[in-house]
């Protein structure tokens, strides 16, 4: 019974512990609210000198490292500028490496956006600093865009035969790096039209002309324009990047080549229709060499169309002999189509190469 005693005044004393508790923190209470506290400080107050400017400088607490902090570029100029009423173009994070290769403010050149707002996608997509990206931007949207209106057409789509690529000049090891390597060129081998046609730059059958007004147009906007005739690497595309040099020097190397003409000048022109039948006839695949073969009577050629192919392929000397000059090569149909012609090599070959026939059949000696 005594232990149950003590535990009851025990129990009575910590009830008496609890209500003093309860009634200071009651009185502290009651004198905090009686303190007139200061307004907090407006955020454009003033700073007061020697008055700490952050509570973490207050606390003596050291600023975290600058490498820590997140770090937000501030877009570039460029960037700015390039909106999407000129390009779509969103911005990426920036190319570092390998080696020297990469670059920062880049952006992907998804497309450029003409006056009328009509889009002219790059294909595929090219990774460029946005300095290239702008300067390729306003050279659709300037020249390309006005060739394309003078023929007619409009400018539907370019080419991207290479953007960004971290490699040596020309893809030759070891060699300095490319501006593609430096997201600063972009190599183009055409553009589409709207008729869905695509005009190759550097072909030859693509109008003089033309290529002309394109070499014009990439020397004045770009540093650097390689293209057919320049080193070998580019007779198949347009290099164009904005590389820096000293003194602002510029390299422009692209020939326009003349057109190829339509009728290759040492091809014999083609066997007229109404020619008449050859003397000597075809010899077939199986035949004897020519010092054993027995002359065909001239009054019964082998009909064109019963004749093995193989058998075209050399015509006889009397063929020589009766094909047309070059000269007379305006005469014909220029209508006639090339495809219409036999597989059969000139008679060219034979002038320029008489070893080619010596003891040998007249079918074989080409293969
Ligand atoms: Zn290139």
Redesign the pocket.
């Given at each position: 019974m005594q232990s149950e005693k003590g535990f009851g005044v025990a129990r009575n004393r910590a009830g008496l512990v609890w209500c003093s508790a309860a009634a200071g923190v009651l009185a502290a209470g009651a004198a905090w609210a009686a303190v007139p506290m200061p307004k907090p400080r407006p955020a454009d107050a003033p700073l007061v000198q020697g008055e700490p400017q952050s509570r973490a400088e207050e606390k003596n607490i050291p600023a975290q490292p600058a490498a820590q902090q997140p770090a937000v570029p501030q877009p570039s100029a460029c960037r700015l500028a390039l909106t999407e009423e000129i390009a779509i173009a969103p911005s990426q994070p920036a190319i570092t490496g390998p080696g020297a290769c990469g670059g920062d403010d880049i952006v992907r050149l998804e497309a450029v956006l003409l006056a009328d707002k009509s889009r002219v996608p790059l294909k595929p997509a090219a990774t460029l600093r946005c300095n290239m990206a702008a300067a390729v931007a306003q050279w659709v949207r300037g020249d390309v865009a006005a060739i394309a209106t003078e023929l007619g057409t409009r400018v539907s789509e370019l080419d991207n035969f290479?953007s960004f690529d971290c490699r040596g000049r020309n893809r030759v090891a070891g060699a300095r790096l490319?501006e593609?390597g430096r997201a600063n060129?972009l190599?183009v081998r055409g553009v589409k039209f709207a008729s869905g046609q695509f005009v190759s730059l550097t072909d030859r059958a693509t109008a003089r002309d033309v290529r002309e007004k394109i070499l014009r147009s990439v020397c004045a906007r770009f540093t650097t324009v390689l293209g057919p005739g320049s080193d070998g690497y580019h007779e198949d595309h347009v290099?164009l990047d904005l590389a820096e040099r000293r003194g602002g020097y510029r390299i422009c190397q692209w020939d326009v080549w003349e057109a190829m003409p339509r009728i290759a000048p040492l091809l014999p022109a083609l066997r007229p229709d109404e020619a008449p039948p050859r003397e000597v006839a075809e010899r077939t695949p199986q035949a004897e060499p020519v010092e054993a073969a027995p002359a065909m009577p001239a009054q019964a050629p082998a009909p064109a169309a019963q004749k093995p192919a193989t058998n075209e392929l050399r015509p006889s000397v009397s063929d020589q002999k009766a094909a047309p000059s070059p000269a007379k090569s305006a005469e014909q149909p220029a209508k006639k189509k090339r495809s219409a012609r036999p597989a059969q090599p000139s008679p060219w070959w034979d002038v320029l190469n008489p070893q080619s026939k010596k003891g040998t059949g007249v079918s074989g000696a080409f293969r």
């Open positions: 290479d490319s593609h060129a190599d290099h």
